[in-house]
């Protein structure tokens, strides 16, 4: 999984998924990775059908129709050492969170890669710890 340095933020603090949702949103609108109604479409989705996918991971991405407003594909991983409750499962607690800006042909295939490699605990808690985007990237190079 190939993740661009400026595309890694790490020891990030949210008081809540909505949050969260907006302050990543409107950092890819800054990066030109989407447009502004992106930033609703991520927030809509976890509201109808969570984003949640356990062993503290969220894996936010837009609704169908969000491809219009995607400018550049990417994935943004977001590092949350104090967790913030996205409030889909018993466990909520999200201490990572993976942003996926990718088409929606492309979707499924990313989505299963990414829960593949989150479905292993120790992988998230070396993403949970790193204390460098070098450290995060070479954690993600190891899947390959």
């Not at 999984?1 to 998924?17: E, G, K, N, V, Y």
């Not at 042909?105 to 204390?131: G, H, R, T």
Request: proline share 3%; hydrophobic share 40%.
């Amino acid at each position: 999984m190939d993740i661009p340095a400026a595309h890694i933020l790490l020891d990030q603090r949210f008081q809540s998924a909505e949050e969260a949702l907006h302050e990543i949103g409107t950092f890819l609108v800054d990066q030109k990775m989407v447009q502004p109604q992106y930033i609703n479409s991520l927030i809509q989705r976890h509201k109808k059908y969570g984003v949640y996918i356990g062993n503290f991971v969220a894996l936010p991405h837009g609704e169908e129709e969000a491809d219009k407003w995607i400018n550049e594909e990417g994935i943004c991983l977001v590092q949350v050492p104090d967790g913030v409750d996205f409030g889909d499962a018993k466990e909520s607690k999200v201490t990572t969170i993976l942003f996926v800006v990718v088409l929606k042909e492309k979707q499924l295939s990313c989505l299963q890669e990414i829960a593949f490699f989150c479905s292993d605990i120790q992988n998230v808690k070396l993403l949970s710890d790193a204390a460098t985007i070098e450290e995060v990237q070479k954690i993600l190079s190891l899947e390959e």
